[in-house]
């Protein structure tokens, strides 16, 4: 399988996996601040400072965004293009957004996908304090307590990277989880490393949401993208376990570094982390 060479010494531990229990919450965003205001801001009267949030025909003007790029020099092995700005803005037509906190202060990193004003379709990595809401909007998300995601430095990637850790339960479901927060270390596949993370909690049946990126990618259809840096969201993901043992399949949206866009279903075992990818584990009832 592909492998990506990163600066730093591989940490011992490649999943991180931490049982939290998930809500399923609607959050208002208001027009007016930047995504990243409007999410934290909604979750936090919520009552959760972690969370993974679905957003879908969210208006944005103006609108910042990157996509992957090559590194400048060796201390990274990918990095991000110029920024992307697109002319009167553009609508989010599926994004994918892990909340949690960075410095002591809220903060998403979020994939997907948008229509500019031309009808063009982009996608990429949104700047969340350079992209403002253009109009009130209405999304679903799950806030999770008993675990939070944390942006700590990563000595592997030399990047500064989201961590799933454990958090102090609070309210009614405190000491009881339904779901499992995982964060996903470079070169390790994809659909493996949720498997065996669902394997671990005694996780049997699952919605799987998150965001990420990947080294390559193999679709079930038999198509490659080569680029060794890709922005992926999860379009839809789950696990069963029909057959005895637990398997993931993810249909996923992400973009490559020439910017072009791709979508589809995962060749299972066979999609290898590139820098980080950030997991939600919801179980079903």
Same mark, same amino acid.
């Given at each position: 399988?592909?492998?990506?060479?990163?600066?730093?010494?591989?940490?011992?531990?490649?999943?991180?996996?931490?049982?939290?229990?998930?809500?399923?919450?609607?959050?208002?965003?208001?027009?007016?601040?930047?995504?990243?205001?409007?999410?934290?801001?909604?979750?936090?009267?919520?009552?959760? @400072?972690?969370?993974?949030?679905?957003?879908?025909?969210?208006?944005?003007?103006?609108?910042?965004?990157?996509?992957?790029?090559?590194?400048?020099?060796?201390?990274?092995?990918?990095?991000?293009?110029?920024?992307?700005?697109?002319?009167?803005?553009?609508?989010?037509?599926?994004?994918?957004?892990?909340?949690?906190?960075?410095?002591?202060?809220?903060?998403?990193?979020?994939?997907?996908?948008?229509?500019?004003?031309?009808? @063009?379709?982009?996608?990429?990595?949104?700047?969340?304090?350079?992209?403002?809401?253009?109009?009130?909007?209405?999304?679903?998300?799950?806030?999770?307590?008993?675990?939070?995601?944390?942006?700590?430095?990563?000595?592997?990637?030399?990047?500064?990277?989201?961590?799933?850790?454990?958090?102090?339960?609070?309210?009614?479901?405190?000491?009881?989880?339904?779901?499992?927060?995982?964060?996903?270390?470079?070169?390790?596949?994809? @659909?493996?490393?949720?498997?065996?993370?669902?394997?671990?909690?005694?996780?049997?049946?699952?919605?799987?949401?998150?965001?990420?990126?990947?080294?390559?990618?193999?679709?079930?259809?038999?198509?490659?993208?080569?680029?060794?840096?890709?922005?992926?969201?999860?379009?839809?993901?789950?696990?069963? @376990?029909?057959?005895?043992?637990?398997?993931?399949?993810?249909?996923?949206?992400?973009?490559?570094?020439?910017?072009?866009?791709?979508?589809?279903?995962?060749?299972?075992?066979?999609?290898?982390?590139?820098?980080?990818?950030?997991?939600?584990?919801?179980?079903?009832?």
């Amino acid at each position: 399988m592909r492998f990506v060479r990163h600066p730093g010494p591989p940490a011992l531990e490649r999943e991180t996996t931490t049982p939290c229990h998930a809500h399923l919450l609607s959050l208002s965003l208001q027009a007016g601040q930047s995504v990243n205001e409007a999410v934290t801001g909604a979750l936090g009267n919520a009552g959760f @400072s972690s969370a993974y949030v679905h957003l879908e025909n969210v208006a944005l003007a103006p609108m910042r965004y990157v996509i992957p790029a090559p590194a400048p020099d060796a201390s990274h092995v990918a990095w991000d293009s110029d920024t992307c700005a697109p002319e009167n803005g553009a609508t989010i037509e599926q994004a994918g957004v892990i909340a949690g906190v960075r410095d002591g202060q809220p903060f998403i990193h979020c994939h997907g996908i948008w229509l500019e004003q031309d009808r @063009s379709r982009r996608a990429g990595h949104l700047l969340p304090h350079e992209a403002i809401m253009a109009s009130d909007a209405t999304v679903w998300a799950w806030g999770i307590e008993g675990a939070a995601f944390i942006v700590r430095d990563d000595a592997e990637t030399n990047f500064r990277l989201f961590s799933a850790e454990a958090a102090e339960p609070v309210g009614a479901h405190a000491g009881r989880s339904n779901a499992v927060a995982c964060t996903v270390r470079p070169n390790g596949d994809i @659909s493996l490393a949720i498997e065996s993370a669902c394997v671990r909690h005694g996780i049997r049946e699952a919605a799987v949401f998150g965001l990420g990126s990947l080294a390559g990618i193999d679709f079930a259809d038999g198509r490659h993208v080569p680029s060794y840096a890709t922005e992926v969201m999860i379009r839809e993901a789950g696990v069963s @376990s029909a057959s005895g043992a637990a398997r993931c399949e993810i249909e996923a949206m992400l973009v490559d570094m020439d910017g072009t866009i791709h979508e589809g279903r995962l060749a299972h075992g066979r999609n290898p982390v590139c820098v980080t990818f950030e997991i939600l584990i919801v179980a079903k009832a």
